[in-house]
């Protein structure tokens, strides 16, 4: 880009359909995940639901090629964004990572930088530049979309670090708006905030769904319910692998589930 083009709108860019196959994970000897397909429909939001450790949050650092991190990580199987897989050799991992966001459980806005910068961080790591004008506009786009432009508009020179957790955490959406993603991960956003900033982050989930694929990892039985579309339920038995028992749209997982599994886990029998 030229030092006078700015990115385009959401909108012009275009929600993208994420589908997993056959991915397995490991870590070292360790496998984490086994042969796990599942297609994430372009402006659905998809919930990932299941107990701690069968692999929910693994699986979505590997749409996103964060999974290989880690050094004793390795992985199988294909993710593709509208039919073209992240992972094939002439992929740049930062065009995977620009493409499909991540939003973290813990809200991690850089607490010393402004809330105008920390907005258009992904932009100066990406070496993407803009006209002042452009950088004002994504700005305020890219809070209002998070929900947050009415709170902060008169004080975008505050640190990010200044806000409540869950305006952080709205904070931290907007920045990974900016960079235009066709699709957003959110690994457990609401589990540290309080249930007013847990309503304005669904609340901001459901006005990006139109425009933006969603996948979330969620423990939170009724946030699956309000926010998401359809839901995958994984689950670990007695030391295998991660796989999941059963997806389909949300309302006929919690109201007539076709695993026994899931009918109690959704009914809070465990996990």
């Not at 979309?145 to 004080?155: C, H, I, M, T, Y």
């Amino acid at each position: 880009m030229t030092d006078t083009e700015v990115l385009p709108v959401l909108s012009e860019t275009g929600a993208a359909t994420l589908r997993a196959d056959a991915v397995s994970a490991w870590f070292g000897d360790h496998k984490v995940l086994d042969r796990v397909s599942l297609t994430m429909p372009a402006r659905q939001v998809t919930a990932l639901i299941g107990p701690s450790g069968c692999g929910k949050s693994t699986f979505l650092r590997v749409l996103n090629r964060m999974h290989e991190l880690i050094g004793s990580a390795s992985l199988a199987g294909q993710v593709l964004l509208d039919g073209e897989d992240i992972y094939d050799r002439g992929r740049r991992i930062t065009s995977a990572r620009r493409q499909i966001g991540m939003v973290f459980q813990k809200p991690n806005p850089f607490p010393a930088m402004s809330l105008y910068d920390n907005v258009l961080a992904g932009l100066k790591l990406g070496g993407i530049k803009s006209t002042r004008a452009g950088r004002d506009e994504l700005v305020e786009e890219c809070l209002t979309r998070a929900g947050l432009w009415k709170e902060v508009r008169d004080r975008l020179r505050q640190p990010g670090g200044a806000l409540s957790g869950g305006q952080q955490q709205r904070l931290c959406i907007a920045r990974s708006l900016a960079v235009r993603p066709r699709v957003l991960l959110m690994d457990e956003p609401c589990s540290a905030l309080d249930p007013t900033s847990t309503r304005r982050i669904e609340e901001t989930i459901a006005d990006l769904s139109s425009e933006v694929t969603i996948v979330i990892v969620t423990h939170n039985m009724q946030q699956a319910a309000r926010v998401s579309d359809s839901c995958a339920f994984f689950l670990a038995e007695q030391g295998t692998p991660g796989v999941i028992v059963e997806h389909g749209p949300t309302d006929a997982m919690f109201s007539d589930p076709q695993d026994p599994r899931t009918t109690d886990y959704v009914n809070g029998r465990f996990g």
